[in-house]
């Protein structure tokens, strides 16, 4: 009982009484059935304008019609394929899972459980967590329309009409998801992507004969629907979630009435989405530009959101809070410094759920260059890499030779520390909690050398999974780092929740005539005891792929030190790993088969080296041989 009362007074001390407020009065109004009046199933028709009205007075957007300024064309075989694959009914899932859900897709059936969802239900009925179901992202994934990216595409390079496809696919969505009505209508987010997603193919379907008066009646009424339960759910992300789904929101209110300035209300949704939208993008992302989800591709994801309304505020003649920009730029500056020169790829670090919302390159989803260089060339009118993907956004950038990060890069508001010694890059996470981590994961250490990621950070998997899978890939074991008495730094709740924060952390980075040198601590463990503090110092010899770590922990009392070690099994034969304790004795490695998510919903077989000691303090000998 004492430590019940314990963890909740730890969680209001860490989400705050308004958090803990807001979600009980949104349970009771779901609950009582208050939510049924404010979004409202088979609400009247209102003609708000005409195909002909609409084609006539146009609001700026990206592109009109078919024609991509200065995009060449160009056939390239992965296009086709995806197209093909697409045609026949195999969606990417996740951008990787390839899943068969055939040419018919209901749009309620979960292919990972084969469970249906009620379409009956009012969308405050659905459960978004449930062992029967299972994920309910698998059923969304599709439902966001991200896939029409590949259609369009191909239909461009390969001059193929492909609208009589996509139109088919939002007018089978339409018929068969009544609005406010089942799954696809209980995440404002995926309701926002929806929107901007199918905007998008409107815009390039523009003259198509397929686009016909009634279509665009019926999808003119239903995103004006979506956005009315963006602006009136608003809260629940601004307030419970706080994060990359708040951005999304926000940026769909402020652009509800670029794109839809013919829609009632949108003059109001979008002056509170503008100032809503500047509100998030200032605290979330810090003033060092790194993100509060402290994930990869969660930032992604807000970089992609930052370049849809950057430029649609530049092509209305409107200016977002210069803080704005800042963030822009600071959160290119930061993922430039944390991405792998020779690959374009970044750590696998953080929560990573496959979001890849408007791809526009064939890609793959882990390398992260073009998303970068679009809102590069959206904010700067250059681009690092030539890509296809500029030129959607109506952008011509220039093309400037790649800036290689800096040697030593620290972030200290999130804690990111970043050495990168020619192509060989050690990125190290030391950081404390103003906001809700997402895991257990702190000093952990990537290691990249040419291209190739090593010692690697083992991902995520799936957000709705079993117990054991979830502690493993958000906990210590999932990482490299230390664990006291298998024990994770912070103790795990329910869902997204954590207890007991880490609050306390620091570190710093310095080069010596010979060296990089990294020295950091946290204080963390506090289930087990009070000052608990984890010390860990990286030497890295300079030029070569060489690091000494030392490990120290303070007041464990008898709890034995577990070293995690992952290891990309496909070089394993290259690094070499030894540990003594601090009395020079060598410790034995177990070597053991464990598990490595790249991409959503995908577990790969690994490796991973474990060293155990009773001793507070590890020392550690880490070479790779290339």
Same mark, same amino acid.
């Given at each position: ?8 007074? !730890?969680?209001?001390? /860490?989400?705050?009484?308004?958090? @803990? ?50 995009? +060449? ?13 697409? =045609? ?36 405050? =009925? ?27 595409? #191909? &239909? ?28 696809? #209508? ?20 523009? &003259?198509? +004969? ?23 759910? @608003? ?44 509100? *998030? ?5 810090? *003033? ?27 092509? /209305? ?7 704005? #920009? ?21 750590? !696998? ?5 496959? %979001? ?25 009118? #250059? ?6 993907? %500029? ?18 890069? %620290? ?47 083992? $991902? ?24 006291? $008495?298998?024990? &994770? ?23 010596? %005539? ?34 000494? @770590? ?7 009392? *008898? ?65 790779? /041989? @290339?």
């Amino acid at each position: 009982m004492i430590q019940k009362i314990k963890k909740i007074s !730890n969680l209001v001390s /860490n989400m705050g009484l308004r958090y @803990i407020f807001f979600r009980i009065l949104y349970t009771i109004r779901a609950k009582l059935g208050w939510q049924k009046k404010t979004f409202p199933v088979e609400p009247t028709f209102k003609k708000t304008i005409s195909l002909k009205e609409w084609k006539e007075n146009l609001p700026p957007f990206f592109f009109y019609g078919k024609n991509i300024k200065n995009l +060449p064309k160009q056939r390239k075989e992965a296009l086709a394929e995806t197209f093909q694959e697409i =045609e026949k009914g195999m969606f990417t899932f996740f951008n990787k899972s390839k899943i068969n859900i055939g040419k018919n897709y209901n749009w309620l059936v979960n292919p990972s459980t084969e469970y249906r969802y009620n379409i009956n239900k009012h969308w405050s =009925e659905i459960q978004d967590l449930s062992k029967e179901a299972g994920d309910i992202k698998y059923v969304w994934e599709k439902a966001r329309f991200s896939y029409i990216y590949d259609i369009i595409r #191909y &239909d461009y390079h390969y001059n193929e009409d492909k609208s009589a496809f996509i139109f088919s696919e939002i007018e089978s969505f339409i018929d068969k998801n009544p609005i406010n009505q089942g799954p696809n #209508y209980k995440c404002s987010q995926e309701i926002s992507l929806r929107t901007l997603n199918w905007t998008f193919a409107l815009y390039y379907y523009k &003259d198509s +004969p397929n686009l016909t008066d009634a279509l665009f009646d019926k999808i003119m009424h239903t995103i004006y629907w979506q956005v009315h339960h963006v602006y009136h759910n @608003i809260h629940f992300s601004r307030i419970t979630v706080r994060n990359n789904h708040a951005i999304t929101e926000t940026l769909m209110l402020y652009l509800s009435a670029k794109l839809f300035p013919f829609f009632p209300n949108v003059d109001k949704w979008s002056k509170k989405g503008k100032k809503w939208f500047e509100q *998030e993008i200032k605290y979330q992302v810090y *003033e060092d530009g790194t993100f509060l989800q402290f994930s990869m591709n969660y930032h992604r994801v807000v970089v992609q959101l930052l370049t849809w309304g950057i430029q649609l505020s530049k092509l /209305n003649g409107e200016k977002f809070d210069s803080k704005v #920009y800042e963030r822009a730029q600071k959160s290119l500056d930061f993922l430039d410094s944390c991405m792998d020169p020779v690959s374009g790829k970044l750590p !696998n670090y953080g929560s990573n759920d496959g %979001a890849l919302f408007f791809k526009l390159t064939n890609d793959d989803y882990r390398i992260y260059s073009s998303q970068l260089d679009d809102l590069r060339a959206v904010l700067n009118g #250059y681009t690092y890499n030539e890509s296809e993907s %500029a030129h959607w956004y109506g952008v011509q950038p220039e093309i400037k030779e790649y800036k290689q990060p800096d040697t030593l890069n %620290a972030y200290e508001k999130s804690g990111y520390y970043i050495i990168q010694d020619g192509n060989t890059k050690t990125f190290v996470r030391c950081g404390k909690y103003k906001d809700r981590p997402f895991q257990s994961d702190n000093l952990h250490v990537d290691i990249w050398v040419n291209g190739i990621n090593y010692l690697r950070d083992n $991902g995520s998997y799936k957000y709705n999974s079993d117990t054991k899978d979830i502690a493993y890939f958000n906990g210590c074991e999932g990482h490299n780092t230390v664990s006291v $008495g298998k024990a &994770d730094q912070m103790l795990k709740g329910s869902r997204f929740i954590w207890y007991y924060w880490v609050k306390t952390a620091k570190a710093h980075l310095k080069k010596t %005539a010979t060296s990089y040198e990294f020295d950091g601590s946290i204080k963390a463990f506090a289930q087990l005891g009070n000052n608990i503090v984890h010390q860990r110092k990286i030497t890295k010899t300079a030029t070569e792929n060489r690091w000494e @770590i030392e490990d120290t922990v303070q007041n464990k009392k *008898e709890h034995s030190l577990y070293q995690y070690w992952h290891i990309n099994p496909e070089h394993f034969d290259k690094v070499k790993i030894s540990t003594k304790d601090d009395q020079g004795n060598q410790l034995e490695p177990l070597i053991e088969e464990k598990w490595f998510s790249g991409y959503y919903g995908i577990k790969e077989k690994s490796l991973r080296i474990t060293f155990t000691t009773k001793r507070k303090t590890m020392k550690t000998s880490i070479e790779i /041989n @290339i």
